[in-house]
């Protein structure tokens, strides 16, 4: 049995999405509001007898594993783990060091969940705590939103924390790797948080990782202190309220990311959730990696002040370098081929008003905060103005280097018709001709193509013709007669002919531009190649050949097509049972039938190649 299974007998499904959803009895079922669209209605049914659920409403359904990532936002792998954690299923063994490790961090959470709830409870109850609780208060926090975050308050004392949680059972050496405590030269140690906000960090599951401290009094500094690094806490991986935001940003399709704390609980105690922080650092790889799981829409929210702007345009920065593109083939009138990585995300610049943050503008006008969510400019556009309040566009070189720095944004837009529209708004603006611009942003994509290209592939193309592909290429580029004998050798083994499916992207561009060449002969290679392509064709030329006969370099040549699509297929079989195997843990039925399609068909075409390749006496 699986550990899938496993998990699944373990677990009964009425109870786990009766955690979420009132359910109320209905013949053989059970059924209740959905939780992932609004209704009045009831259209959400549970079978306990499939140990399934599906929404007539809103058409989601499936099993446990489905609805813990739609509740949560998890991806299969978080959900297989949480879910095998509650129904003390084993995923496999673990290692005796990875087994510490583990018992090592389940302490460490237990000791900050301890931590949380006697923070908390000072708060709440302690006489210490009535001026947090003033200043919680005139910050416009409700008791509700103290309570969903679990705020909390540390003594003004150098021992209050450690003397508590000694007293539930944890030690001095477990509180300092957790970050509660700093230790001296000396070996003694003292409480790291005092008198201060305490503000829970959690990780995506929703458990305790680290806590960040808020002063209370104005000449304390720094006015926030955050947990260092520990086994469970790396602030470059976190973002700040995932857990209450994720299905918010799922729901809504969009996520908005704010500076600090604050500027996530307050729009949150105003109905606006899908806001997320990161931890005083700079948006991440890790941080974009985790809202690419929810969403493709990214909205961050600009302070108007200069140290603003520059972490605005370092997220816009990590974010075109980070998220996920579409590759698309490009040709042009003389015959370019390449391939374009267009950014699968729709990245928007919130300007607030001067001197407001998030929380005191939601405070003061929800209503605004809103409107201005909505009004949120493409990353194009405030770019664009940036550079024009920071050159003289009416300067030559001015105009250059704002192109200059367009360009690359503008290559990032997926749809043609608004890379086009934003092109010619750029030229208008700037004075030039918007034919020019767009030659420019055609001439980028050649130049840019072979780095596009080995991007797709994660290679880097090989400068002499030792592997087979340059070895097919640089034998036909001076043997051009030898294209349409190898193609009937190929026929005749029921293949297809020579293509440029038969080369990866770093050699397919050579490949088209020479087959376009050989159908316009007044083409030249030098006309449609990038320099460095070009000259890596040109090193071809001065290589000695060895001495052999037109057949003996045709039989060659299909022999080394052979081995590369022998390869390719390979790679492509490994690579789609792979995708068969994830399908099949994800439970997704249509995806595995497809997947079943597509590993015969490549299965089919392998045994051909193979079957080709051990006809020894057709080839020589």
Request: net charge negative; glycine share 6%.
């Amino acid at each position: 049995m699986s550990v899938i299974d496993q998990v699944k007998e373990r677990l009964d499904i009425t109870e786990l999405v009766g955690r979420h959803v009132r359910l109320q009895k209905s013949g053989r079922y059970l059924k209740g509001l959905c939780p992932f669209h609004t209704e009045k209605t009831p259209s959400f049914y549970v079978f306990p007898d499939d140990q399934r659920w599906h929404c007539f409403g809103c058409q989601r359904g499936g099993d446990i594993f489905n609805f813990v990532m739609e509740m949560n936002g998890y991806d299969f792998r978080t959900a297989l783990e949480e879910l095998a954690r509650q129904a003390n299923v084993t995923l496999r063994e673990q290692s005796p060091q990875e087994a510490q490790t583990e018992s090592e961090a389940e302490r460490l959470r237990a000791l900050l969940t301890a931590a949380v709830t006697y923070y908390h409870t000072l708060l709440m109850t302690a006489p210490q705590a009535a001026h947090a609780r003033a200043y919680l208060r005139d910050r416009g926090f409700t008791k509700s939103t103290v309570e969903t975050f679990q705020l909390g308050y540390s003594m003004d004392a150098w021992d209050a924390g450690r003397t508590h949680l000694i007293g539930q059972g944890y030690t001095v050496e477990e509180q300092v790797k957790a970050g509660m405590l700093i230790e001296r030269d000396d070996g003694s140690t003292y409480d790291r948080f005092r008198d201060r906000i305490m503000i829970p960090i959690h990780d995506r599951r929703g458990r305790p990782i680290a806590f960040g401290g808020r002063v209370l009094q104005s000449d304390q500094q720094p006015k926030y202190l955050n947990s260092p690094q520990t086994i469970l806490f790396d602030k470059g991986q976190v973002l700040f309220g995932y857990h209450l935001a994720s299905r918010a940003i799922r729901d809504q399709d969009a996520a908005v990311i704010v500076e600090g704390y604050m500027d996530v609980m307050i729009p949150h105690q105003a109905g606006f959730r899908n806001v997320v922080a990161p931890m005083g650092t700079a948006l991440s790889e890790a941080h974009l990696a985790q809202l690419q799981r929810l969403t493709h829409h990214y909205i961050l929210a600009l302070d108007p002040d200069a140290a603003g702007v520059h972490g605005t345009l370092q997220g816009l920065e990590t974010a075109r370098q980070t998220l996920d593109r579409s590759w698309e083939a490009v040709f042009d009138p003389r015959g370019l081929v390449g391939y374009e990585g267009r950014l699968k995300a729709d990245i928007r610049v919130m300007t607030l008003p001067a001197g407001l943050d998030p929380d005191e503008l939601v405070l003061q006008d929800p209503a605004r905060w809103e409107a201005l969510v909505a009004a949120s400019q493409p990353v194009v556009r405030f770019y664009f103005n940036h550079m024009l309040a920071q050159e003289k566009p009416d300067e030559p070189k001015a105009k250059s280097r704002i192109i200059d720095a367009m360009l690359p944004l503008l290559n990032d837009i997926g749809d043609s018709i608004e890379r086009e529209a934003y092109t010619q708004e750029i030229a208008q603006r700037l004075g030039v001709d918007a034919r020019g611009l767009l030659d420019r942003l055609r001439a980028m994509d050649r130049a840019e193509a072979v780095k596009t290209q080995v991007a797709v592939r994660g290679t880097t193309p090989a400068r002499t013709p030792t592997d087979l592909e340059a070895h097919v290429l640089s034998l036909l580029i001076r043997m051009p007669d030898l294209k349409s004998r190898v193609d009937a050798l190929l026929t005749q083994m029921d293949l297809e002919p020579l293509g440029e499916d038969d080369f990866p992207p770093e050699y397919r561009l050579i490949w088209v531009v020479w087959a376009h060449q050989a159908e316009h002969p007044n083409l030249e290679l030098a006309d449609s190649l990038p320099s460095d392509m070009l000259e890596l064709v040109e090193a071809w030329h001065t290589q000695a050949l060895p001495d052999m006969t037109p057949a003996q370099w045709e039989r060659d040549i299909a022999r080394t097509v052979l081995r590369m699509r022998d390869r390719l297929l390979r790679q492509e079989l490994q690579r789609a049972n792979g995708n068969l195997g994830a399908a099949k843990l994800d439970n997704e039925l249509e995806v595995v039938a497809g997947e079943k399609q597509t590993v015969m068909r490549i299965s089919d075409a392998l045994r051909k190649v193979q079957s080709a390749l051990a006809r020894r006496s057709a080839l020589g």
